[in-house]
């Protein structure tokens, strides 16, 4: 083509494009398929869906409406061409009474997405015919992300609730999972960036990340709302757990918090556990035995931990860098448990911590008095509930605790403490203010009693 052949269509080209106005954002693709469910098999508008009876198979990515009832039959994703499915639930119903409703047995990638306005609901067996996958309610063997603005309910009377065998990623939606297992699994890792997420397990975990790869078996909290009422572990990284965002609230569980390396850097957390909230464990060591690579570490948020044993619990390093922190442990168990329970090194670098328990910290390695203050007064006898503590230099109160169960000793450090200064403890008295876990922001000692006096920061134990 000559030169001037190529300006002028080029220049054609251009002038069409300006009358149509300026450049537009390419239209939403309409989905691949439409599948509605109809009780006991299903109907289909578009390609790349069979049905045989009431199972159900898409077999290439694209995206796929799914709506309707199906009352014992399954959705099943199985396709090698490289790409990503969608699962719109718009108003989808399925229940299986011998396997898993929905899974994928191969895909590079699924997305489900939880149609705005839409209730969904999955219901899988009691007992499954097939052996090995799935083995859950909504079971992925690919990569696994959940959003969108409508709700799904899973209940999985197998086993566990949503798993994916490779990275789980819930974005948004509201989700409810009831199973006798794990209730939201990511095998290789799990990340909840938000949404509004309410777990129950009668015998297993709440969200979980479970390989024990290196670089796998992480869990990660940006965001969003997670309730958790378990029997086992309500949020684990088998190697790691961060949070950095989000609100937390652990109603019942064996251990609240776990992961090999816990990092927590921002959120609202409160957490209860029969045995420690907050647990920083490796795997194949004695009770007591120190790691030299678990750790826990809070540099923001503010966590509430009630534990049945220790608040906080690390068989490796124990760092409070930030945030609010009030943990509370055992109420009957002193010496080698209690609020701040730490086989390794521990430190008050920054931030507020209150801990309370017969034992206040549990450690076996002398407590650094450099950093931040913080002060350990070991009580004459046992404070009963509600007892108010203040921490108090001259006649000004530096911090205020109320107490929720019983307790002998009490450990405080924010930046008003100084080690090496001489503080005196008070009880009774008045709180005021914001209260977090017991921990109020304003305190008064009129009408109550100095039953310690002079006690050292930067040392532990009664003076």
């Not at 008050?348 to 002060?375: C, I, K, R, Y």
């Amino acid at each position: 083509m000559k030169a001037t052949a190529r300006r002028t269509a080029v220049l054609a080209g251009l002038t069409a494009t300006l009358l149509a106005g300026p450049l537009a954002v390419a239209a939403a693709a309409a989905a691949t398929a439409t599948i509605t469910l109809n009780g006991s098999s299903a109907s289909v508008t578009g390609s790349n869906v069979t049905v045989a009876g009431s199972a159900v198979t898409i077999t290439a990515p694209g995206s796929y409406e799914i709506r309707g009832t199906l009352n014992n039959g399954s959705v099943k994703v199985d396709t090698a061409v490289t790409g990503t499915v969608e699962l719109i639930l718009a108003g989808a119903s399925i229940t299986n009474s011998t396997s898993s409703p929905l899974y994928v047995t191969n895909a590079s990638a699924v997305t489900v997405t939880l149609a705005a306005g839409t209730s969904n609901n999955l219901t899988d067996a009691a007992t499954y015919t097939n052996t090995g996958e799935p083995d859950s309610a909504l079971f992925s063997a690919a990569d696994l992300t959940i959003g969108g603005t409508g709700s799904l309910t899973v209940r999985a009377n197998y086993a566990d609730g949503i798993v994916s065998k490779d990275d789980l990623v819930i974005q948004s939606g509201t989700i409810t999972v009831n199973a006798v297992d794990d209730a939201i699994r990511g095998k290789d890792s799990l990340t909840v960036n938000g949404g509004k997420i309410t777990v129950t397990s009668s015998g297993g975990d709440g969200l979980k990340s479970n390989d024990t790869e290196a670089g796998k078996g992480v869990l990660t909290i940006t965001n969003g709302t997670i309730t958790a009422s378990v029997a086992d572990d309500a949020i684990k990284g088998e190697n790691v757990l961060n949070i950095s965002g989000g609100t937390i609230n652990v109603t019942r569980s064996y251990e609240a918090l776990e992961g090999l390396r816990t990092t927590i850097s921002g959120g609202n957390i409160t957490v209860v556990a029969s045995d420690d909230a907050v647990n920083a464990a490796e795997e194949g060591l004695g009770h007591m035995e120190p790691s030299a690579i678990a750790f826990i570490k809070v540099t923001g948020g503010t966590v509430v931990a009630t534990g049945g044993t220790d608040g906080f619990d690390s068989n490796g390093s124990l760092t409070f860098a930030g945030g609010t922190v009030v943990a509370r442990g055992s109420s009957t168990r002193g010496g080698g448990e209690g609020a701040i329970d730490a086989d390794g090194t521990i430190a008050f670098t920054g931030g507020t911590v209150v801990g309370a328990a017969l034992t206040s910290l549990a450690v076996f390695q002398a407590v650094p008095n450099t950093g931040q203050g913080w002060v350990a007064p070991r009580f004459n006898a046992n404070l009963a509930t509600n007892t108010i503590v203040h921490v108090v230099s001259g006649s000004t109160v530096l911090g205020s605790y109320r107490t929720s169960a019983t307790v002998r000793e009490v450990v405080f450090s924010s930046q008003r403490i100084t080690n090496g200064q001489r503080y005196d403890i008070y009880t009774g008295g008045s709180v005021t203010g914001t209260n977090v876990g017991g921990l109020y922001t304003g305190g008064s000692i009129t009408g109550a009693t100095r039953v310690l006096t002079g006690v050292t920061a930067g040392k532990y134990g009664r003076f």
